[in-house]
T-cell receptor
Framework: EDQVTQSPEALRLQEGESSSLNCSYT??????LFWYRQDPGKGPEFLFT???AGEEKEKERLKATLTKKESFLHITAPKPEDSATYLC??????????????FGRGTSLIVHP | GAVVSQHPSRVICKSGTSVKIECRSL??????MFWYRQFPKKSLMLMAT?????????EQGVEKDKFLINHASLTLSTLTVTSAHPEDSSFYIC?????????FGPGTRLLVL
């Protein structure tokens, strides 16, 4: 069974204080790993897709990295508007019989001004 | 990115009534759409996979007769919560994917009184 564990569950940062969110996963063949941002009362917003170990993607203050066992979402010099819940999901290889992604519980990030 | 819309964004109804939620892919065709339920401060719970022109695939523990899904066209899937009760109050989110990446709708907040 595919599993996704995100840590920490909650994270409070001061504005400008860089940090990283972790997503550990076990999957029977990784098709892709996804990061989403979710604001309260809204649907998840797509951030990144990573396909293979060693891959990195960046968007503004965010950088996502991937290894064979985990992914990190690095937040550099965060601002209060970066406050949100960040979700990680893994998509299994369809050849294993499933194409349904598994989501983690998310990390709730609060950035204080 | 791809755009997925949901309607309504919020609905309040009396216990025993039925509520229909629409999910549309605005700029792509989707043979498959996904319906999720999200409880406060919890991650996404996949309810069912909606398949255009055929029956939906429900996850274990989800009542098929309670949550009716219809996927009549390549851009529209509907979720009907039949005979709603207060315990059905939740945040319902749909998603679709034009490629490997899932794109989510903005969600529908259902409150059953």
């Amino acid at each position: 069974e595919d599993q996704v564990t995100q840590s920490p569950e909650a994270l409070r940062l001061q504005e400008g204080e860089s940090s990283s969110l972790n997503c550990s996963y076990t999957v029977s063949g990784l098709r892709g790993l996804f990061w989403y941002r979710q604001d309260p009362g809204k649907g998840p917003e797509f951030l990144f897709t990573l396909y293979s170990a060693g891959e990195e993607k960046e968007k503004e203050r965010l950088k996502a990295t991937l290894t064979k066992k985990e992914s990190f979402l690095h937040i550099t010099a965060p601002k209060p508007e970066d406050s949100a819940t960040y979700l990680c999901a893994v998509q299994p290889d369809p050849s294993g019989g499933s194409y349904i992604p598994t989501f983690g519980r998310g990390t709730s990030l609060i950035v204080h001004p | 990115g791809a755009v997925v819309s949901q309607h309504p964004s919020r609905v309040i109804c009396k216990s025993g009534t039925s509520v229909k939620i629409e999910c549309r892919s605005l700029d792509f065709q989707a043979t498959t759409m996904f319906w999720y339920r999200q409880f406060p401060k919890k991650s996404l719970m996949l309810m069912a996979t909606s398949n255009e022109g055929s029956k939906a695939t429900y996850e274990q523990g989800v009542e098929k007769d309670k949550f009716l899904i219809n996927h009549a066209s390549l851009t529209l899937s509907t979720l009907t919560v039949t005979s709603a009760h207060p315990e059905d109050s939740s945040f319902y989110i749909c998603s679709a994917r034009p490629s490997e990446t899932q794109y989510f709708g903005p969600g529908t907040r259902l409150l059953v009184l």
